[in-house]
């Protein structure tokens, strides 16, 4: 089974902070994705990679980068952490290429931000 | 209007009822379609993929309607395990060839089932 792991499961920070959300794969997936998820606005896309070092914005960059030097690894970078990036953040994975692509998720990060 | 659209419901049904889900996307030319299912404090999970000429998998069935830009999921004999929230998933088109792979998700429609 495919598995990919988010480093934290809860996370506490405080506003301006520099935050690093880890994410890792092992099933050798060209995509990658970072998703939030918020109650009444599902989830968001806010950044995607197809290859290392490849990376292309999603839909609510904002506040975000990030960096894929390696295959199975993406990180999210919160440069300067604020109260409205509170949220619950998904990472996920899946094999390019293929019509009916699925999406692996990891079991996810809830991050407060105070 | 927001690409991908569902009724948010909570739903709440009773064991052995059935109970359809609709889902309502902007883009025509969107390519691929899905549902998935997130269970309570759990990562989504793929359900199962819409084809055109519709698709079933034990007590689940999916349409698919181009013309009229909606997907739907049927689920009969509810069980109390089925209880989640279930996500609408939509492949938008991809003209540059880079954006393979991004997926647009619903908000969710919560199922409550109960005995």
């Known amino acids: 089974d495919v598995k990919v792991t988010q480093s934290s499961r809860y996370l506490v920070k405080r506003t301006g902070e520099k935050v690093f959300l880890e994410c890792v794969q092992d099933?050798?997936?060209?995509?990658m994705f970072w998703y939030r998820q918020d109650p009444g606005l599902g989830l968001r896309l806010i950044y995607f990679s197809y290859d290392v070092k490849m990376k292309e914005k999603g839909d609510i960059p904002e506040g975000y980068s990030v960096s894929r030097e390696k295959k199975e690894r993406f990180s999210l970078i919160l440069e300067s952490a604020s109260t409205n990036q509170t949220s619950m953040y998904l990472c996920a994975s899946s094999l390019f290429g293929t019509a009916n692509e699925k999406l692996f998720f990891g079991s996810g990060t809830q991050l407060s931000v105070l | 209007r927001k690409e991908v659209e569902q009724d948010p419901g909570p739903f709440n049904v009773p064991e052995g009822a059935t109970v359809a889900f609709n889902c309502t996307y902007s883009?025509?030319?969107?390519?691929?379609f899905f549902w998935y299912r997130q269970d309570c404090r759990k990562e989504p999970k793929l359900l199962m993929s819409?084809?055109?000429s519709g698709n079933e998998d034990g007590r689940f069935t999916a349409q698919l309607n181009r013309a009229s830009q909606y997907i739907s999921l049927l689920i009969r004999d509810s069980k109390l395990s089925d209880s989640a929230t279930y996500l609408c998933?939509?492949?938008?088109?991809?003209?540059?060839?880079?954006?393979?792979?991004?997926?647009?998700f619903g908000q969710g429609t919560i199922l409550t089932v109960h005995p």
């Open positions: 819409v084809y055109s």
């Open positions: 883009n025509s030319a969107s390519q691929s």
């Open positions: 099933m050798d997936h060209e995509n």
């Open positions: 998933v939509v492949r938008p088109y991809n003209a540059g060839g880079t954006s393979y792979g991004k997926l647009t």
